[in-house]
């Protein structure tokens, strides 16, 4: 018998509907509930800051000795769930491997739909959860940023809640899915109008329920669960925000007798985990033209580039893919592996419409084994010499792909192109590879003419930087889920 509290944390009153969940099906367990109403909507924020946020909300229920966690906020659960869970010595719970449990078991066209967060879309945390399980079943995510703040501002039965309730899953409606995973638990709140929108074929699924069956699991194999069925139960809440406002919320959801809101002051609570800021990028490239774009689009942001000139001792990996994607995988994957260390590939070719997409993947070989950027542009130039300058059109493609040391499932990847057409004289000093011969579409100049940066602004690796910009420090500091 252990008469210790379970906490709950979440960025606002969502979590309540796991807390509901567990007063339903685990009444006689004394619990304390957290909400960080003053910072939140969560789903908007860096991993990184959702991480430290979490650990000062757990660190204030540590105090209170909880004998269980529940992050009951799937942006947390994406971001923190691990590294809290390998920190903490007690059992911790959260909310995206329940959901995804439970959506599994009940679609029947293998077609899943998830609405959440932005913070919890970029993380594709249900995606590759659910692809662990079933690598067949296809996930389409949606984010949903403005669900939370009309739940939390108890606008959730209200006409307004009605229209952005259908604008937002208008995509979603002819999906084919089957099968709804209300990623956030502020999403319950809205479930009436969401089954209306999407219509009564669909199953939706609140991760509440299941991650409460996995707490009372837990409790059972500790040997944690409060037997007494006498006396009455601890219901303690606390909100980083206003009480007022939490109660009135949590009053009409959980239908609570005296139903009573503290405040919390978390913000000078430590952060246990400190993550230490990025300093270095290691590019996974023998080619120092590319090296050299890279280094100048990072040192922006004051991050110095290695390359695999910087480690000659690796073992060279051989790119035997097909695609782009592939061969990315392939240099991203093996290097990250031998370096012990996060690694960005880039894989890139020029595709010529006139030679069907040729050179394509084989663009650093086209005129055979071994590099030699001269012998490849003749033999493109020879190749083309019957096509006229208005058929000449091409792209030259990138993929990214960045990777960490082994878990090829959470590699990033993004994709750039830029259009163009092959010059007959090349025409430029600047750049590398092919540039001389690519003149950009737009423009009158070929992409050996342009300065480093305005190569950057316009072309397929500066495309796919910006792209990437956006994802990867979230992508760098989340933990293996
Ligand atoms: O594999 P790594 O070591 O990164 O270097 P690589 O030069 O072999 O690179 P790829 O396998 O991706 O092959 C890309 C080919 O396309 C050419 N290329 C890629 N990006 C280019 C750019 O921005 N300008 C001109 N040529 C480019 C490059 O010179 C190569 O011949
Ligand atoms: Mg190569």
Partial sequence: MNKQPIGFIDSGVGGLTVFKEALKQLPHENMIFLGDQARLPYGPRPAAQVVDFTWQMVNFLLKKDIKLLVIACNTATAAALDIVKSQLPIPVVGVILPGSRAALKVT????????????????????????????????????????????????????????????????????????????????????PLIQNVMGDDITLIDPGSETVSEVSTLLDYFDIANDDVTEPKMREFYTTGSPEMFEQIAQDWLQLDQLNAQRAEIEDLPVTYQQTPVSTVVVATKNAGKAREFAAMFAKDGI???????????????????????????????????????????????????????????????????HNDAANNAKLLSELSEVPAEARTANFHTTLVFAKPNHPEQDLVVDGDVLGRIVGIPRGDNGFGYDPFFEVEGTDQTLAEMTADEKNAVSHRGNAMRQLEQLWRDWYSNHAL
Avoid at 155 to 180: C, F, N, Q, W
Avoid at 306 to 327: H, I, M, R, Y
Avoid at 343 to 350: K, N, Q, T, Y
Wanted: include cysteine.
């Fill in 108 to 191: 029947k066209n293998k077609h899943l739909g998830v609405i959440a967060t932005e913070g919890t879309v970029r993380s594709d945390a249900y995606a590759r959860t659910i692809h662990q399980k079933d690598a067949a079943v296809k996930v389409t995510s949606l984010a949903a940023p403005k669900f939370v703040p009309v739940v939390e501002s108890n606008e959730y039965r209200s006409p307004i809640a009605k229209r952005i309730v259908m604008e937002t899953l208008a995509p979603l409606k002819h999906a084919g899915l089957d099968t709804l995973i209300l990623g956030c638990t502020h999403y319950p709140l809205l479930r």
């Fill in 304 to 370: 110095t580039v290695k390359s695999l000139l910087d480690f000659p001792e690796l073992e060279s990996v051989a790119e035997t893919g097909t695609t782009f994607e592939e061969n990315a995988r392939l240099k991203a994957d093996g290097y990250a592996r031998q370096l012990e260390l996060p690694v960005l590939a880039d894989d890139s070719g020029l595709q010529v419409d006139a030679l069907g997409g040729q050179p394509g993947v084989f663009s650093a070989r086209y005129a055979g084994d071994g």
